[in-house]
């Protein structure tokens, strides 16, 4: 459940990546590309844990792909591949 707790908020096409203050990312929305980062191309209508037990830094978005940079400097990222 996203809650006060909250520090910043990414949004792709149709998905919007929520980053909890704790290092947690939460996702919602458009998954056909696999850009909520779950293991699966479901949609999801409610916000769905990602990325358990990694603790994040930063959240980042595109049209159909996502970006995370974790704590300890490494950059992570899936979803959506067409152009590489």
């Known amino acids: 459940m996203v809650d ?3 520090c910043q908020i990414a949004c ?15 996702a919602c929305g458009n998954n056909e590309q696999g850009q909520l980062g ?7 209508n409610n916000p769905v ?3 358990k037990d ?3 830094k930063q959240i980042c978005c595109g049209g159909n792909h996502s ?9 992570w990222g899936w979803g959506g591949n067409r152009y590489g």
């Open 67 to 75: 970006l995370v940079l974790k704590k300890n400097g490494e950059v």
């Open 4 to 6: 006060e707790q909250v």
């Open 54 to 56: 990694e603790k994040i």
């Open 49 to 51: 844990l990602v990325m």
């Open 38 to 44: 779950i293991g699966d191309y479901k949609n999801q």
């Open 12 to 26: 792709g096409a149709e998905y919007t990546l929520f980053l909890k203050k704790n290092g947690e990312i939460l």
